[in-house]
C-alpha cells in the first residue's frame, strides 16, 4: 500500500495541529517548537517504513537473519509522536483531501 509521503501532507498535518493549539489559546515558542518536533518524529517514522518495506522485518546478518531494527525504531517513533501530541493536548485529525482515507 502507497503512503502519502509529500510535503503537502506534512505541511497539512502542521497546519492542523498549529491549528489546535490556537483553538486552545495555547501560546509559546516551545510549544511550536514541540510541533515541529512531531513533524521530524513523522518524517523518522516515513523512512523506518520505507526501510521495512525495502528490506522486510527480517534483514541479513552475519549469523542468519535477524530482526530489522527498524521495526524496533519505528514502534518507539510512534511512541513518541504519541507522547507529543498527548502532552500538547491535541489528537491527530483525519487526512479529508477526499480519498477515502488511502495514503
Given at each position: 500500500?502507497?503512503?502519502n509521503?509529500?510535503a503537502?501532507?506534512r505541511?497539512r498535518?502542521?497546519?492542523?495541529?498549529?491549528?489546535?493549539?490556537?483553538d486552545?489559546?495555547i501560546?509559546?515558542t516551545?510549544?511550536e517548537?514541540?510541533?515541529q518536533d512531531?513533524?521530524s518524529?513523522?518524517?523518522?517514522?516515513?523512512?523506518?517504513?520505507?526501510?521495512i518495506?525495502?528490506?522486510g522485518v527480517?534483514?541479513?546478518?552475519?549469523h542468519?537473519?535477524k530482526?530489522?531494527?527498524?521495526?524496533?525504531d519505528l514502534?518507539?517513533t510512534?511512541?513518541?509522536m504519541?507522547?507529543?501530541l498527548?502532552?500538547l493536548?491535541l489528537?491527530a485529525?483525519p487526512?479529508?483531501?477526499?480519498?477515502?482515507?488511502e495514503?
Amino acid at each position: 500500500m502507497a503512503r502519502n509521503k509529500s510535503a503537502a501532507q506534512r505541511k497539512r498535518i502542521e497546519t492542523d495541529l498549529s491549528k489546535q493549539l490556537k483553538d486552545k489559546e495555547i501560546k509559546g515558542t516551545h510549544y511550536e517548537d514541540l510541533i515541529q518536533d512531531y513533524l521530524s518524529f513523522w518524517d523518522l517514522k516515513n523512512k523506518l517504513i520505507d526501510d521495512i518495506e525495502k528490506n522486510g522485518v527480517k534483514v541479513s546478518g552475519m549469523h542468519g537473519p535477524k530482526s530489522n531494527t527498524s521495526v524496533n525504531d519505528l514502534n518507539k517513533t510512534n511512541a513518541q509522536m504519541l507522547r507529543i501530541l498527548s502532552e500538547l493536548g491535541l489528537k491527530a485529525a483525519p487526512d479529508d483531501d477526499g480519498d477515502n482515507g488511502e495514503w
